[in-house]
């Protein structure tokens, strides 16, 4: 076929389609892509790819605008523990001293408890804490350490029975060689308010579980025991002020409630157990 023949061919090919084009359009796109050379079908496949990636490149670029701020961080807290009064409900080896008591002074005494109370020493409590802030208000992490309070005294309140006359009696336990600890692992959700600024204001609370543990002379006396120790649920609030130092550091202060529920030990029994700490807090982002 002369040279010129393949394009008179393809003139009349176009023409025919132009035609068919008035009269349906569905057609003439159909019969357009199977015209179509092999070149010009690798353009439309590399053109359709083109837009395809640009349009999730572009919803790339908003997911990441959305989630401003996520990425892993990993916290550091240090400050003050005060250990609310616990309440024990149970403690036999306690009873039996009271009542001890009261006979080391008429040996025809007896006597019964109806209250025992340890009281605590201000401490001290570590955190440490990492997790992932999904953006900049929301945030979720695992945090464990340590409390400490000295154990001031175990005070128990009863009666005294001698000769058919009953009196209130009040008695108290020197525990100063008594440490209690408390290891925490709670898994915290916090919410950062936005504010635009540097100054963060910020909030949540966790669940989890406590390693709770007496330790010292003092209770050997009483139980031939060194140590008490049980683990149970936890909880805590928290709420505090952070300070941007850097991009990716924040100093702040923070105030922590833990709660636990009710405590089993070795040898003495006691209900839910209430800190308070005031700490200064640490935060790096990655």
Do not use: C
Not at 37 to 59: C, D, F, N, Y
Not at 191 to 206: A, D, M, N, Q, R
């Amino acid at each position: 076929m002369p040279p010129n023949a393949g394009g008179f061919g393809e003139f009349l090919l176009k023409a025919r389609l132009g035609r068919v084009m008035l009269n349906n359009g569905r057609r003439v796109a159909m019969m357009r892509f199977t015209a179509l050379t092999e070149p010009a079908k690798h353009k439309m496949v590399m053109r359709t790819l083109i837009q395809w990636s640009t349009i999730v490149a572009l919803g790339s670029a908003v997911s990441l605008q959305a989630a401003d701020g996520a990425g892993a961080f990993f916290k550091f807290n240090v400050g003050v523990a005060l250990q609310q009064d616990l309440d024990v409900k149970n403690f036999p080896a306690a009873q039996a001293a009271f009542i001890a008591g009261a006979q080391a002074v008429s040996p025809t005494a007896t006597g019964s408890v109806s209250d025992m109370k340890l009281s605590f020493d201000p401490g001290v409590r570590l955190g440490f804490e990492g997790g992932y802030h999904f953006n900049s208000s929301w945030a979720l992490g695992l945090e464990t350490g340590m409390v400490y309070n000295n154990v001031k005294e175990l005070r128990l309140t009863g009666t005294v029975t001698d000769m058919g006359v009953t009196v209130s009696q009040r008695a108290s336990i020197d525990t100063t060689e008594l440490g209690f600890f408390q290891i925490p692992i709670l898994a915290n959700l916090i919410y950062t308010v936005p504010t635009g600024s540097g100054i963060k204001p910020f909030l949540g609370g966790g669940v989890g579980g406590i390693a709770s543990i007496f330790e010292g002379d003092d209770f050997r006396g009483l139980t031939g025991r060194d140590s008490q120790s049980d683990f149970t649920f936890a909880y805590q609030g928290v709420a505090g002020l952070a300070f941007a130092v850097a991009d990716r550091a924040d100093i702040g202060v923070v105030y922590k409630f833990l709660g636990t529920a009710d405590h089993t030990f070795q040898d003495l029994k006691t209900r839910e157990n209430y800190s308070h700490s005031i700490m200064a807090t640490f935060d790096f982002r990655f």
